[in-house]
């Protein structure tokens, strides 16, 4: 799609006639449009802090997968569940790596494998930020039902956004109106904000994950600060989702304004 979106972007230089080697700005110019070039820069510098992220998230819970801890994952999930009075919400083992999550719906905690059978400070920490979760359902925490509401237009948005924004696009370089680029982008812009919206929600169920292993005694002072280091990253993730479905957001408007500049001229 985005490849496609941005021969799209091209074709407005290609129609010209114009000698791409007619200087450096006028190559950058007519290949891309100055909006679009903008938008390729955007999304180069996201690309490259996600991939440091997820560099750095690897070899942090590869590290303090090592570090032993005196409780499996599944056990810490159960104590903290009890400690806070959610002897109700179920603590299971799903297949895969990095499958851990927080099931609102039927109140599971969902620990992948490795993070409920090991004893390690990177499974402490992980099963205590999932049930973070739980205790933000009870509580009644105000972003993650916010995050719960936009499930329904996120899931029209993420399907029906880039197929919309594709015919749009295909209208404007046919020097046809542009609502239909706009509401596609409109409806693509629902997952740029469930990804911003997520991010008070992961803060603050890690937040909540070390204040309980800080209280409980289960991590002493070395292990809750490895922890803590390891939620970290884990939460730097979403920022670098976050950053990077709004600057492909940018990226499309700026594709669009490009195509919009060139039917005017």
Known sequence: MTVFLHTLAQAGYYSTGNDFFHGSHAALNGMYGDYTFI????????????????????SAFTRYSQERAPLTGAEVARRMLHQYGLDNVQVISTPGRLT????????TVNLSESVYNEASVAAMAVAAHECGHAVQHACSYPWLGLRSTLVPMVNIGSRLGQVILFLGIILLAAGNSTAVAWVGLALYASTTLFALVTLPVEFD?????LA???????????MHGQAGS???????????????????????????LSRMNNNRE
């Not at 180069?44 to 997820?54: P, S």
Request: hydrophobic share 60%; glycine share 8%; aromatic share 10%.
């Open 39 to 58: 938008g390729v820069l955007i999304l180069l510098v996201t690309m490259l802090l996600g991939g440091a992220v997820q560099m750095g998230l690897k």
């Open 100 to 107: 851990d999550h927080y099931n609102p719906v039927d109140r």
């Open 212 to 222: 309980w292993l800080r209280q409980s005694g289960f991590a002493d002072h070395a």
């Open 230 to 256: 390891a939620l970290r990253w884990a939460a730097m993730t979403y920022v670098a989702a976050a950053l990077s479905s709004l600057a492909m957001l940018l990226y499309y408007a700026l594709i669009i």
């Open 205 to 209: 169920a890690s937040r909540r994950a």
